[in-house]
């Protein structure tokens, strides 16, 4: 079927959006080469980013599980046969855009609650150990499907990328009606069940990545910052039931104050924070995009950095070092810009600034909207306008492209669709930092982090 906000630039918007929620089928059809573009206004442009890529995790959702699939391929040719396979932590990052598809009046109130209690009644029965669930499920079964040999347990990062969107939920529906406050219910059930002490490995003053129940703490992947696990301290601080105390976040995490960095200011942007193993430049972007799905950046300060400005200046280091362009790569410049992890030539690589190949991940910029809003809406519009169907799919735009290389795979990965949907929605409303920054308990953790915070309003 044809592409709604492809069809002639004569007609309106509002006559787009109703023939596009008229036959909401067209997202379940390979979008086709269509010539003539609409011309959107930026308004205009992020309702169809956003209505695309919330589909993934509507219609593109595992169906026994409600949950969001690792990754969609729309050529069909998935590794290991992983089609059933469920991310924790990729759900988790869709969810604030369930939400925000409610507000929007792309779904009901009523058919996201079912969703949900879809959701949550899979997460009662799936595996988990000590509350914490694996980074992968099977969707059929419940059952942990390993994401690498000794990786067979209890994943907290994963787990919490999963909940800090469960809390958004919670806090959107605790005051409905007598099945959303159920749904409530049972979601702080689940959190209240997560053993976050348990995960800093009898007592030690950091918490660990993960635990397995046939090898233990082998994997031996000590929490230590910079990266993207910030909303796994905040949470476990947070917990009304396992907390950890403040010293193995500072001890831990922050590195006894090791974290802080000194005279590290590339193209002129200074980074307050060490990077692990990317301090020159900064790391990934999804480093700035994963703790602050829910998590406010705005105002958000502790003793070792101001997280607004950490984040806005680490995503203004990735677009200047491709404008800069050393490598010389096809397409880059003011309007294609975005290193972060995504598919790429080698398959996967967590692309930055010093490890840079010439593929761009279009959830880079998108989802570092809320820092450079006038930067990213040049990269979209380029996408949309001028490269249309080789980046642009049913599920929004697709997870890596090159121009260089001529790479345009089509093809989807949940943790790069679940940031651009929710940060898209922050950048519009601030409807995931405000339902998430209002939860008492999330204060509560903050408060005895010492961190000062903003709650929208």
Not at 107 to 133: P, Y
Not at 236 to 260: C, D, F, L, M
Not at 305 to 315: K, P
Request: glycine content about 8%; proline content about 5%; aromatic content about 14%.
């Amino acid at each position: 079927m044809i592409n709604p906000f492809k069809i002639f630039s004569s007609v309106s918007y509002i006559a787009l959006i109703s023939f596009c929620l008229a036959f909401i089928g067209c997202t379940q059809h390979q979008i086709p080469n269509v010539s003539t573009v609409v011309e959107l206004s930026d308004e205009q442009l992020l309702d169809s980013v956003q209505y695309y890529t919330f589909q993934y995790f509507w219609d593109g959702a595992e169906s026994n599980s409600g949950m969001a699939p690792e990754r969609i391929h729309l050529d069909g040719n998935y590794p290991d046969n992983d089609q059933s396979i469920i991310t924790t932590g990729g759900t988790g990052m869709g969810l604030i855009g369930i939400l925000g598809a409610i507000d929007r009046d792309w779904i009901t109130r009523n058919q996201a609650r079912i969703r949900f209690e879809k959701m949550v009644a899979f997460l009662e029965k799936a595996d988990r150990w000590h509350g914490i669930w694996p980074h992968w499920l099977d969707g059929k079964t419940g059952r942990v499907k390993p994401f690498s040999p000794k990786d067979n347990g209890a994943d907290l990062v994963e787990s919490a990328f999963l909940i800090q969107g469960l809390l958004a939920v919670r806090e959107y529906f605790k005051d409905g009606s007598e099945e959303e406050k159920s749904l409530a219910s049972r979601i702080d059930k689940l959190w209240r069940e997560m053993e976050w002490d348990f995960h800093t490995r009898d007592g030690q003053k950091v918490l660990y990545w993960h635990w397995s129940p046939n090898f233990a703490w082998d994997m031996n992947f000590a929490l230590e910052g910079y990266n993207e696990a910030l909303i796994t301290y905040i949470l476990a601080a947070s917990s009304p039931t396992h907390p950890i105390a403040p010293e193995v976040y500072h001890q831990g995490w922050a590195r006894n104050g090791n974290i802080k960095a000194s005279g590290i200011s590339p193209f002129g942007f200074p980074l307050q924070l060490k990077h692990n193993g990317a301090e020159e430049y900064g790391g990934p972007l999804f480093w700035a995009h994963y703790s602050y799905l829910s998590l406010n950046p705005k105002g958000l300060r502790d003793q070792y950095a101001d997280y607004w400005q950490e984040n806005r200046n680490q995503t203004l280091i990735n677009r200047a070092w491709c404008i800069n362009n050393s490598g010389n790569f096809e397409g880059y410049g003011e309007d294609l810009w975005g290193l972060t992890a995504s598919y790429s030539i080698n398959f996967y690589d967590a692309h930055r600034p010093g490890n840079d190949t010439g593929v761009i991940s279009p959830t880079a910029a998108v989802s570092s909207i809320v820092y450079t809003p006038a930067e990213s809406m040049k990269v979209i519009r380029n996408l949309y306008e001028n490269y249309g169907d080789k980046v642009f799919g049913k599920y929004g735009f697709f997870d890596a492209m090159s121009p260089h290389h001529d790479f345009f795979p089509q093809r989807y990965l949940a943790i790069d669709q679940g940031p651009m949907v929710t940060m898209i929605e922050n950048y519009r409303s601030e409807l995931g930092w405000r339902l998430f920054m209002n939860a008492p308990e999330v204060k509560e953790g903050l408060d005895r982090l010492g961190f000062s915070y903003q709650i929208p309003s």
